[in-house]
C-alpha cells in the first residue's frame, strides 16, 4: 500500500486549534503542526506529491505582535502552488483574508449587497471621502482580523476631531476603508460557516450595547438563554462583554449568495457575515472569514460538531479511509 498523504497545518494563534488537532489525532490521522510564531517557513521540505498544507493563519496576527507573517505567509503559499503542493485555503484566498477592499471587489463581482465605501491611501482623503457617503461611518484597517481597528464615527465633526487629534492613521504601504455604517436590525449579525464551499451552518450573534466589533465566534462564550459555553479560545481570551449566540435557519437566498461567494472567494472552510440593516430593511454582506474557528461548545449551540466535518472533508483530501488508516495503524 502506498504511503498515505501527509497534512501540515500552518498556524500561530496558540488555542484556536486545539479541537481541530484533538479530532486529527483521536482518528490516528498523521499530521504535522508548522507554528508560524516560533517557526520558519521551508517550502523544500514538503513534496508535491505527498503534502497537503491546511492554512491556519490569521490576519489578526498583527495585534499579537506578529504582522510580518501576514506578507510571509503570503509569499510562502503562492511558492508551495507554484511548486504544486496543495493547500487548504490558498494563497487566492488567503489574499482576500488580508484586504478588506479586495472582500468589496468580490462581493460586487457576486452581486451581494455591500455597505457604501471609499478606499482611502492618505489620511488627508477621509473629509472628502466621508461628503461622497451619508453619516455614520465607520473606518476599517484593511487589514482586519476580530473587528480590531474598526472605529465609528456619528458625524462630520467627529471624524474631523478625530483627525484634528491625529487618531487615526494608515499602515505603510496598505490602505484604509471609509464605509456606511448600519446599525443591524434587532442588534445581531449572521454568520455562516461554509465547507468545500457549500453551507454547513448558520448562527445568529446578538451583540451587547458595549461589544465593539469584535465578533471572533469562538470567542463568543453565551448562548441566548444564559448557558455559558466551554470553548478553547473563550479559557483565553477575554470574554465578550454582553454577546450571546445562538443557531439560526437563514433564508435560502442568503445561502445561495453565500456559497457563490465561497466559489468565487476559492474557500474551503471559512465564514461569511451579513446584517439586516436598521437604516433600509436591506441585507448587507460585509466580511469574507477563511479562517474560521467554529462557534464555542458547538454540540449545544448547533447541535454537532463542524470539526468532525471539517477532517472528512480532509480525510477525503488526504485519500484516507478507514480501511488505509488500519494499515497504518499496523
Given amino acids: 500500500m502506498a504511503d498515505l498523504r501527509q497534512l501540515t497545518v500552518v498556524y500561530e494563534h496558540p488555542h484556536w486549534f486545539t479541537p481541530l488537532f484533538r479530532e486529527l489525532e483521536r482518528r490516528g490521522i498523521p499530521f504535522r503542526k508548522i507554528d508560524a510564531s516560533v517557526e520558519t517557513f521551508d517550502s523544500a521540505a514538503l513534496d508535491p506529491d505527498r503534502d497537503v498544507v491546511f492554512n491556519r493563519i490569521s490576519p489578526s496576527a ?3 505582535g506578529r504582522g510580518a507573517l501576514i506578507p510571509a505567509a503570503q509569499r510562502w503559499l503562492q511558492d508551495l502552488e507554484t511548486r504544486g503542493v496543495e493547500v487548504i485555503n490558498g494563497a487566492e484566498t ?3 483574508e488580508i484586504s478588506k477592499a479586495a472582500q468589496l471587489r468580490l462581493l460586487r463581482v457576486t452581486g451581494a449587497r455591500a455597505p457604501r465605501t471609499r478606499v482611502v491611501r492618505q489620511v488627508a482623503e477621509l473629509p472628502d471621502a466621508s461628503l461622497e457617503l451619508t453619516f455614520p461611518l465607520i ?4 487589514t482586519g482580523g476580530s473587528g480590531a481597528g474598526i472605529r465609528r464615527f456619528l458625524a462630520f465633526e467627529d471624524l474631523g476631531a478625530a483627525l484634528a487629534a491625529n487618531e487615526i492613521a494608515i499602515p505603510e504601504g496598505d490602505v484604509l476603508l471609509l464605509q456606511e455604517y448600519h446599525r443591524p436590525h434587532t ?3 449572521v454568520r455562516i460557516e461554509t465547507l468545500d464551499t457549500r453551507f454547513l451552518y448558520a448562527i445568529r450573534i446578538h451583540l451587547g450595547e458595549d461589544s465593539g466589533f469584535d465578533l471572533c465566534p469562538a470567542d463568543v462564550c453565551k448562548t441566548t438563554t444564559g448557558v455559558e459555553l466551554s470553548s ?4 483565553v481570551d477575554a470574554q465578550k462583554q454582553g454577546l450571546s449566540v445562538e443557531a439560526f435557519d437563514p433564508p435560502a437566498h ?4 453565500v456559497e457563490q461567494i465561497a466559489r468565487e472567494s ?3 472552510v471559512g465564514g461569511i457575515e451579513y446584517l439586516e440593516s436598521d437604516r433600509d430593511g436591506e441585507i448587507y454582506y460585509y466580511d469574507v472569514n477563511a479562517l474560521s474557528n467554529f462557534v464555542s461548545d458547538p454540540l449545544r449551540v448547533i447541535g ?3 470539526t468532525t466535518r471539517l477532517v472528512d472533508s480532509i480525510e477525503l483530501r488526504l485519500g484516507i479511509t478507514n480501511v488505509a488508516l488500519a494499515g497504518r495503524a499496523s
Fill in 62 to 64: 498583527w495585534m499579537r
Fill in 94 to 96: 488567503f489574499a482576500l
Fill in 139 to 142: 473606518i476599517k484597517p484593511n
Fill in 187 to 189: 442588534n445581531s449579525i
Fill in 232 to 235: 478553547a479560545a473563550c479559557a
Fill in 254 to 257: 442568503a445561502v445561495t449568495t
Fill in 266 to 268: 476559492k474557500l474551503d
Fill in 304 to 306: 454537532f460538531d463542524p
